[in-house]
């Protein structure tokens, strides 16, 4: 399986929005779900948001639930993580994540991590 890389981290204002996207290779895109983590220092590595391969199941942390929407575009190889509503809460190191098992909302599923981008939520 290839690289995860991340993109569209940055600093934003508390309610505004952000995108920020996970392009990965073939044979790392295909046949996985792929995820967000998010962590931030000194905290645990949290899950956020999956996708699976086809895009039909989506699942979310509760955290998120309504404000972020996931979603991938298979010709550029991408998952998308749409920020809305953000809080300063948000504010932490995303990764992206991939999992060949099914799910990916737990890190001992996860077979590739990205390098993280950072957002940062400012009041």
């Known amino acids: 399986q290839g690289p995860l890389v991340e993109s569209g981290g940055g600093s934003v204002q508390a309610g505004g929005s952000l995108r920020i996207a996970c392009a990965g290779s073939?044979?790392?895109?295909?046949?996985?779900?792929i995820s967000w983590f998010r962590q931030d220092p000194g905290q645990v590595r949290e899950f956020v948001a999956g996708i699976s391969f086809g895009g039909k199941r989506t699942y979310y942390a509760d955290s998120v639930k309504g404000r972020f929407t996931i979603s991938r575009v298979d010709a550029k190889k991408t998952v998308y993580l749409q920020m809305n509503d953000l809080k300063p809460e948000d504010t932490a190191t995303y990764y992206c994540?991939?999992?060949?098992?099914?799910?990916?909302?737990?890190?001992?599923?996860?077979?590739?991590w990205g390098k993280g981008t950072l957002v940062i939520i400012s009041s």
């Open positions: 073939g044979d790392t895109y295909y046949r996985h779900d």
């Open positions: 994540a991939a999992c060949s098992g099914g799910h990916c909302s737990v890190i001992p599923d996860v077979n590739v």
